[in-house]
């Protein structure tokens, strides 16, 4: 039908042949990874700041370690590492306990990784958010007989998610463009989706920038999503300037 | 492991005996894309911060499409995109320019540094102190003297460490090179893989060589930024 719309206002070159539904299922591949990863990758992150930032070195070293070197190793070779590897551990690890052969879905893989590796980012934001809730806060809620819980659920949660904000939409930003990366350990996602379409119709270039735009629409959307969420978390804080 | 050393130990660091292959050719690739990145990004950042629309809408809508959309497929435009489209091939000149892998990888990885660098910039083009641009005017300094003398010294300094920040994101960006046939430090961590099956030493080996190159690069920022931005220290 969109085809022959297309064909009646006379730009049936920007027809896509068929590929349409393939297209959008790439497209929500991609959604569906990024927003799981994300999830993963917040959960982390908030682990590994309470690790970061506890008094105990048995928590605090291995949670240094995890940040610095994940951020210090490109997404793709941990990508690929982990990738690869989490197969071969686990059929080790079943050869070893004499269970049956499990293979890892390539989508639940996809996730695990990204979720890993931004979780190191993650930790750090979440790290430095918490560092800027006032001392006083914390101490108060301590005085009012606050348990350890409700601290961080009434007190700090609230008010670190204002300094993480910025942090957080900069490194969903970040992992949804790395989301492209997956079609390379074999994921049928967006990318795969447009080079498939474009390899078989000769209309590469075409398609390839459809699949860019497509990634444009989604980062001006959440670009939007997040200004309203800053808003939002900015309630009640003073701006001296402006 | 040592077998896999003894093998690949050459064409990791810089040669597989024909071409410049490894820690070399990452190295190439992003000092290039740097280098270029940010020799285009200063003019684009003053035009970025222009009062005239016309001047300041252009490179703003350039680094928003740069920003907005994963270097993954702008290298795949530049590499396979453009290629496909007979009106390049039958230019004799771009025919030759983007039939070349290292061309079309470098040219996609400076104009995605660049969009970056130009908004670092332009950034801190913007929180200039206004005492000292008004200052630098009562002097006389106007149009480029302005730019040259205090502005851009000012503003470039104030950026090291969101520049720094680019320059690591971008050596992990170039891992995405040998998807263009470039046989940087991932592409020889997987031919050893693919020959070997030794995966997690394969691309251990690889994460251990670029982990060691973002950490010189932390530290050569760091000693920049110590020379560099000495200014906003405490006071001695």
């Known amino acids: ?242 | 492991m040592i077998e896999l050393l003894q093998q690949y130990w050459r064409p990791f660091l810089y040669s597989d005996g024909q071409h410049i292959t490894g820690l070399a050719m990452t190295l190439w690739l992003l000092s290039a894309s740097i280098f270029i990145g940010f020799l285009v990004s200063i003019p684009l950042s003053i035009a970025r911060v222009s009062p005239k629309r016309r001047i300041r809408w252009p490179v703003e809508f350039y680094t928003y499409l740069f920003r907005g959309t994963p270097l993954y497929i702008q290298l795949l435009i530049c590499y396979t995109g453009i290629y496909s489209l007979e009106a390049v091939r039958e230019q004799p000149l771009l025919n030759s320019f983007f039939r070349d892998a290292m061309n079309c990888t470098i040219l996609a990885f400076a104009l995605n540094t660049c969009a970056y660098t130009t908004e670092i910039f332009s950034g801190a083009i913007r929180s200039m102190n206004h005492g000292e641009v008004e200052a630098a005017k009562a002097y006389g300094l106007s149009g480029w003297k302005l730019y040259a003398y205090v502005i851009m010294p000012s503003a470039l300094r104030r950026s090291l460490p969101y520049y720094s920040n680019e320059v690591i994101l971008m050596l992990h960006s170039t891992t995405v090179a040998f998807t263009a046939t470039i046989p940087d430090i991932l592409k020889i961590a997987r031919d050893a893989n693919s020959a070997t099956y030794m995966t997690f030493q394969s691309f251990g080996i690889a994460a251990i060589i670029y982990l060691t190159i973002t950490f010189t690069l932390v530290g050569l920022f760091r000693l920049a930024e110590r020379r560099w931005l000495a200014f906003l220290g405490p006071a001695h």
């Open chain 1, 1 to 242: 039908m969109f085809d022959n719309l297309l064909q009646i206002l006379g730009l049936s070159a920007f027809s896509l042949k068929g590929f349409g539904p393939i297209l959008l299922q790439g497209t929500w591949m991609t959604v569906q990874l990024s927003i799981l990863s994300l999830l993963v990758s917040v959960l982390l992150g908030l682990l590994g700041a309470s690790a970061k930032l506890s008094s105990f070195s048995l928590l605090r070293i291995p949670a240094q370690l995890y940040t610095t070197l994940i951020r210090g190793v490109p997404d793709l070779v941990l990508m690929l590492l982990i990738f690869y590897s989490l197969q071969t551990w686990l059929s080790t690890l079943t050869d070893a306990m004499d269970w049956d052969y499990i293979e890892i879905d390539p989508f639940a893989a996809g996730v695990i990784t990204l979720g890993f590796i931004y979780g190191a980012y993650f930790t750090e934001t979440f790290r430095g958010a918490i560092l800027a809730v006032p001392r006083g806060q914390l101490e108060a809620a301590t005085a009012y007989g606050l348990t350890r819980a409700q601290r961080f659920r009434f007190v700090t949660f609230p008010q670190m998610m204002r300094f993480a904000l910025p942090g957080i939409g900069n490194n969903w930003m970040v992992i949804l463009k790395a989301t492209a990366l997956v079609s390379i350990i074999g994921l049928a996602d967006l990318v795969k989706a447009a080079q498939d379409a474009g390899k078989s119709t000769y209309q590469l270039f075409y398609f390839l920038v459809l699949a860019a735009l497509i990634y444009l629409l989604i980062t001006s959307a959440s670009n939007y999503v997040l200004r309203w969420l800053e808003r939002r978390y900015a309630a009640g804080a003073r701006e001296a300037v402006r």
